[in-house]
């Protein structure tokens, strides 16, 4: 049942493993809510699911994780990611009966003040979604990307000429965090060097020389790729597609307007938009990035 907001007293505080299942039910409820709303696929399928990531999270020693409360039931949660200089925010969800109140808006100030100093704020926003999106604008994030998540496998058979498309190594990581500094202004080298050890990331090289990476093309929340030129994403894309046995995920900014018409071509399938927002310092990539869920 809905509360009055007038009688409502809510209180923030920091998450503890106590408030896993509550929060892994009030992602799902909220983020299914709105996704049956615009008859799009829901990023997190089942309650099991959320959960886990809520268990992830507020046992991150790296994430900042809040919840709401309203008569000491958990109501709301959200999320700070501190592994990077550029810090990120998600996912924010507040249970069904209790939005429309304000919640939302105190746990992003929240999440705001404990980032201060940072290299800058950013998120990655559903785009069907007007609340979330007004929300994050009259904080002061800025819309800076438009985003599709795009899924399948090229039709292109991988020809190698001269370039080699492998999994990555540990060594390759140094050489990963360089091109995305050239490329974003920022590095991402822990969630590389994590990627080499829990999922599979792949890169192609021309000669002994890394022109692209991803690391994980499978899974897009979790995936970002970097390459210098369109040509070497591409060529990324129709060899990683050679390589793995899943389809392949990936958020793709439609400012890559060639790559985004090439994929049409390939045959991959558009399945939502997403709105890349920032707040602090950005710099415009010089290069080819698709970023992960987070930032
Ligand atoms: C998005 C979400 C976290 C927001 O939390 P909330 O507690 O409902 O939001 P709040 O009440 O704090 O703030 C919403 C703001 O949007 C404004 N808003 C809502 N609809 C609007 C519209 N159509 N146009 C302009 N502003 C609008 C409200 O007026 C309010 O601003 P105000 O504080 O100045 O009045 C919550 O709705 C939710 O959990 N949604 C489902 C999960 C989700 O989508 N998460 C975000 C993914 S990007």
């Given at each position: 049942m809905a509360k009055s907001s007038k009688k409502m007293k809510v209180q923030i505080r920091p998450a503890t493993p106590a408030d896993v299942e509550a929060c892994g039910r009030i992602i799902f409820e909220s983020f299914n809510e709105v996704s049956k709303q615009h008859n799009f696929p829901c990023d997190f399928p089942s309650v099991k699911i959320s959960t886990q990531l809520a268990g992830l999270l507020i046992n991150d020693s790296l994430v900042f994780s809040i919840v709401a409360e309203v008569d000491g039931s958990v109501v709301g949660c959200n999320f700070l990611h501190e592994r990077h200089p550029i810090r990120s925010v998600g996912p924010i969800s507040i249970a069904p009966d209790f939005q429309s109140r304000g919640i939302g808006r105190r746990l992003?100030?929240?999440i705001m003040d404990r980032a201060q100093g940072s290299l800058g704020i950013r998120l990655i926003q559903e785009t069907q979604n007007i609340v979330s999106i007004a929300l994050y604008t009259s904080l002061g994030f800025d819309i800076k990307d438009s985003l599709f998540l795009i899924k399948g496998k090229p039709k292109t058979p991988f020809q190698k000429n001269g370039i080699d498309v492998r999994p990555l190594a540990l060594e390759d990581v140094k050489i990963c965090t360089k091109i995305c500094l050239e490329v974003c202004g920022f590095?991402?080298?822990?969630?590389v060097e994590n990627a080499v050890k829990y999922s599979s990331p792949f890169a192609a090289f021309h000669g002994n020389r890394l022109i692209a990476?991803?690391?994980?093309?499978?899974m897009w929340m979790t995936?970002?790729?970097?390459?210098?030129?369109?040509e070497d994403m591409k060529t990324l894309i129709v060899g990683t597609g050679n390589l793995s046995s899943e389809p392949l995920s990936f958020l793709l900014p439609v400012r890559h307007v060639n790559i985004f018409r090439w994929c049409m071509t390939?045959?991959?399938?558009i399945y939502k938009p997403f709105t890349l927002m920032a707040m602090g310092k950005y710099i415009e990539p010089n290069g080819i990035y698709f970023p992960s869920a987070n930032f």
């Open positions: 992003m100030i929240k590095e991402r080298s822990q969630e990476y991803s690391s994980s093309m499978t995936n970002h790729c970097v390459a210098k030129t369109e390939e045959g991959f399938r």
